[in-house]
């Protein structure tokens, strides 16, 4: 079993930042994917940015240049660093990681969730 334990969430002003950690522990194999999803109120889950493979990153095309995933292999965290909120981006933030022996039985792993919430 693997275990996603987010943090960072909160309330913040339009305009503002905020910096969300997930940190990945239990029986972590190879891993495919390491990054941030997230669901706002009435939505589907979205793809924020993730860690692919080969380290390089993907970002939703509307984020790319307010946020920013950082990464720590050897601690098997992943942060999302989020400027210039908007109070569209307002939902709950997911950690994601996509592990296994071999990518044709890797699993996606998700945490609870942090919500963010941004309003003045």
């Known amino acids: 079993q693997v275990q996603l334990v987010e943090s960072g969430g909160g309330l913040v002003q339009p305009g503002g930042s905020l910096r969300l950690s997930c940190a990945a522990s239990?029986?972590?194999?190879?891993?495919?994917?390491m990054g941030w999803y997230r669901q706002a109120p009435g939505k589907q889950r979205e793809l924020v940015a993730t860690?692919?493979?080969?380290?390089?990153?993907l970002y939703s095309y509307s984020l790319k240049g307010r946020f920013t995933i950082s990464r720590n292999n050897a601690k098997n965290t992943v942060d999302l660093q989020m400027n210039s909120l908007k109070p569209e981006d307002t939902a709950v933030y997911y950690c994601?990681?996509?592990?296994?022996?071999?990518?044709?039985?890797?699993?996606?792993?998700w945490g609870k969730g942090t919500l963010v919430t941004v309003s003045s």
């Open positions: 860690f692919t493979r080969d380290g390089s990153t």
């Open positions: 994601n990681l996509r592990t296994g022996i071999r990518i044709a039985y890797a699993i996606d792993y």
């Open positions: 239990g029986s972590i194999f190879n891993i495919y994917t």
